[in-house]
């Protein structure tokens, strides 16, 4: 079974940092290019950030300045690191693969909360 499983969620307040991790199984890791969304209630699903097999990243340009995806993998594991959190960065972060040649092949994590608040 193709296995996404986001962690790393939970309350910070404005200002602070937090390191999500996404633990990928069931896939050719190496073959994905790996990104995060996130959700608010009522609006559409946002990308945040991605990051292909050769390193390459991108980021949204809400938070390209503050967050900072990565890749390790011989752990089969992306990582998004998020400074200054700010209120509006709260949502349901998601964990995203896409097979590279092949974007039909994709998958969703269920999703880990990220909550920003005084």
């Known amino acids: 079974q193709v296995q996404l499983v986001e962690s790393g969620g939970g309350l910070v307040q404005p200002g602070g940092s937090l390191r999500l991790s996404c633990a990928v199984s069931?896939?050719?890791?190496?073959?994905?290019?790996m990104g995060w969304y996130r959700q608010v209630p009522g609006k559409e699903r946002e990308w945040v950030a991605l990051v292909t097999d050769t390193g390459y990243t991108a980021h949204a340009g809400s938070v390209k300045d503050r967050f900072s995806i990565s890749r390790d993998n011989a752990k089969n594991t992306i990582y998004l690191d998020m400074n200054a959190l700010k209120p509006e960065d709260t949502a349901v972060y998601y964990c995203n693969g896409r097979k590279i040649g092949d974007s039909r092949q994709e998958y969703w994590g269920q999703g880990t909360q990220v909550t920003v608040s005084s």
């Open positions: 069931g896939i050719t890791f190496s073959l994905y290019t």
